[in-house]
């Protein structure tokens, strides 16, 4: 099975499972809307052979793996597009309970790019997301290092980006630790960020949409962030000046 680093990375951010709830299934077949053609219908063994799942639904509802739902791929490894769920033990902010996650890959092509608004938004949506995001391979592990601190000490971040604080540190749940290229905020997160001031986001407004449950997926460039590029260097610090909540960089 290939993988590598072009592609671009969904991850995004919710309230823990309970119950019987049917997030996972209405995650699951908002991505398969979303892109064209998908069928997350398989799965892979341990030595990464596809598997297939007949009755996909009904296995994905007997298995709650780790507080959220068990690995999906399509079964081409040529495009290979994934997702998975699990329940974090620990909280997005100060004194706030377990969260779920979402982690979901597509090919970092034509394809990919076309869908990809579609796709964060289907995934965080169907999640009941406080935030999340979608963000190329290369820009994700940059981004990373606004957080991870170094053996020295506090993080590091590259190319004069924002040193971020960890979720401890954070006041909200709601409130997103970083930013990537699309940027999904549930209507409190946009909320607890003050998006949007028609004065001040008119460049972001152009590149946003609203979504259903009254929440925005954000896009900082064009193109999916590529950090070599001056212009994207550039909307994403602008970006990180105009929020400084994000990543609990002050309080309001």
């Given at each position: 099975m290939?993988?590598?680093?072009?592609?671009?990375?969904?991850?995004?951010?919710a309230p823990?499972?309970?119950?019987?709830?049917?997030r996972?299934?209405?995650?699951?077949?908002?991505?398969?809307?979303?892109?064209?053609?998908?069928?997350?219908?398989?799965?892979?063994?341990?030595?990464?052979?596809?598997?297939a799942?007949?009755?996909r639904?009904?296995?994905?509802?007997a298995n709650?793996?780790?507080?959220?739902?068990?690995?999906?791929?399509?079964?081409?490894?040529n495009?290979?597009?994934?997702?998975?769920?699990?329940?974090?033990p620990?909280?997005?902010?100060?004194?706030?309970?377990?969260?779920?996650?979402?982690?979901?890959?597509?090919?970092?092509?034509?394809?990919?790019?076309a869908?990809?608004?579609?796709?964060?938004?289907?995934?965080?949506?169907?999640?009941?997301?406080?935030?999340?995001?979608?963000?190329?391979?290369?820009?994700?592990?940059e981004?990373?290092?606004?957080?991870?601190?170094?053996?020295e000490?506090p993080?590091?971040p590259?190319?004069?980006?924002?040193?971020?604080?960890?979720?401890?540190?954070?006041?909200?749940?709601?409130?997103p630790?970083?930013?990537?290229?699309?940027?999904?905020?549930?209507?409190?997160?946009?909320?607890?960020?003050?998006?949007p001031d028609?004065?001040?986001?008119?460049?972001?407004?152009?590149?946003?949409?609203?979504?259903?449950?009254?929440?925005?997926?954000?896009?900082?460039?064009?193109?999916?962030?590529?950090?070599?590029n001056p212009?994207?260097?550039?909307?994403l610090?602008?970006?990180y000046?105009?929020?400084?909540?994000?990543?609990?960089?002050?309080?309001?």
């Amino acid at each position: 099975m290939t993988s590598g680093h072009n592609e671009l990375g969904i991850i995004v951010y919710a309230p823990a499972l309970v119950g019987s709830d049917m997030r996972p299934l209405t995650i699951i077949y908002g991505m398969e809307r979303a892109l064209p053609g998908l069928r997350l219908g398989w799965t892979t063994s341990e030595k990464e052979d596809f598997i297939a799942l007949p009755r996909r639904d009904e296995w994905v509802a007997a298995n709650r793996t780790d507080g959220g739902f068990p690995f999906l791929c399509n079964n081409d490894d040529n495009h290979l597009v994934t997702i998975a769920g699990w329940e974090n033990p620990n909280g997005l902010a100060a004194g706030s309970p377990p969260h779920f996650e979402v982690h979901a890959d597509l090919p970092l092509d034509a394809a990919g790019i076309a869908a990809a608004v579609d796709v964060l938004e289907a995934v965080a949506e169907g999640a009941r997301s406080f935030w999340g995001h979608a963000t190329p391979f290369n820009a994700g592990v940059e981004i990373a290092q606004q957080t991870n601190p170094t053996l020295e000490g506090p993080p590091r971040p590259p190319r004069g980006l924002p040193a971020l604080k960890l979720p401890d540190k954070i006041r909200l749940p709601e409130i997103p630790h970083y930013l990537g290229w699309l940027n999904y905020w549930s209507a409190a997160a946009a909320e607890a960020i003050r998006f949007p001031d028609p004065a001040r986001d008119s460049d972001l407004l152009s590149l946003a949409r609203r979504t259903a449950s009254g929440g925005w997926v954000v896009q900082l460039t064009d193109a999916p962030l590529d950090l070599d590029n001056p212009a994207h260097l550039d909307a994403l610090k602008r970006a990180y000046e105009r929020f400084p909540e994000i990543g609990g960089r002050s309080s309001l």
